[in-house]
């Protein structure tokens, strides 16, 4: 076995094992003195039901996947769909609270995500509503694939279009051969300093707080973090070809990574610098980005039944091979 092959297949393994333990637990939570049958019937009935025979908060909980917008945030996504649910509920006659509310907490509709995308990135964002938002830390550790573009001779405060030019150097040299020869070092384990304007926290702060108060990359003394590169290979932007100094490139990676970071670093390693133009999540364990719903999909109707479409499929024993 070559060493991307031991790689791929330590990425299948942990795939495997976040997969059953999610599923490990579900089982365990719906084996009850009913059955399994019965315990999945439950789930459509939150635990915030009654004995007073209450309109429960949602109609069920779990799992499903939205293909996050450009421009807006992780957290506009999840206050959206909270808003969204707030309203279905109230409709039903259900009484949710505002998350504000520091009163009935057991009333607020629980909405969160599995794993941050940047404003300027699209794709696939793991959401879990009322008791699926307890599942979602495995998302943030597990696999995720990427569709970046990358452009040649300029870098920028934030690593992507957003932030303002700091660097320029020359690509001319740089030949589709160079980049080919180049990639396969960042495939594995590898040391990566994230970048400046990112959710890490340092000294009680996020970073890009800091950063837009005008702390330099210089000056925070970010440490290098270890992360896992399981495929980083060239492909071709669609109808267009290949056309430097922009290229395209499919990585899949374990959680931790910063594709911008590694933009940066794949720059740095052709001796010129590099700034991630576009940025697209094709893929969250086992959300794809062919099954998201987009925004304007969003429906009281549409986000419970691609949860209930989750929840089968989790339910649904795996066969080993």
Known sequence: ?????????????VDQLIWSK???NRIRHFSTRHGLLEGAKLRASSSDVSA??????????????????????????VSY???????????????????????NKERIIRVGHGGTLDPLATGVLVVGVGRGTKELQSYLS?????????????????????????????????????VNEVLPQFVGEISQVPPIFSAIKKDGKKLYESARKGLLVE????????????????????GEGFKLPRFSIDV??????????LVRDIGYQLNSVATTIS??????????????LSRDQLSPDAIYQAINRTNELMLTPTTQV
């Not at 060493?3 to 791929?8: M, N, R, T, V």
């Not at 040649?152 to 405060?157: D, N, V």
């Not at 697209?280 to 959300?287: E, G, L, S, V, Y």
């Open 142 to 178: 597990g696999s995720k694939r990427y569709y970046a573009e990358m452009e040649l001779g300029f870098e920028t405060t934030t690593l992507d279009m957003d932030g303002n030019v700091t660097k320029r150097a020359p690509f001319d040299h740089v030949t589709l051969s160079a």
């Open 1 to 13: 076995m070559n060493f991307l092959s031991s790689h791929h297949a330590l990425k299948i393994n």
């Open 252 to 261: 899949e990676c374990g959680g931790g990574t910063y594709i911008r970071a």
């Open 279 to 292: 940025l697209i999540r094709t893929k969250q364990a086992q959300f794809t980005i062919d099954e998201c």
């Open 52 to 77: 007073s025979n209450q309109v429960p908060l949602y109609r069920t909980e779990g799992l499903f996947a939205v293909d996050k917008p450009l421009n807006w945030t992780s957290q506009d996504m």
């Open 219 to 238: 000056d925070a003394k970010l440490e290098p973090r270890l992360v896992k590169i399981y495929s980083c290979r060239l492909v071709q932007r669609d």
């Open 22 to 24: 999610v599923q490990s």
């Open 81 to 103: 769909i909270r808003g969204i649910l707030e309203r279905d509920a109230r409709n039903r006659g259900a009484k949710p609270v505002k998350i504000s509310s520091r009163v």
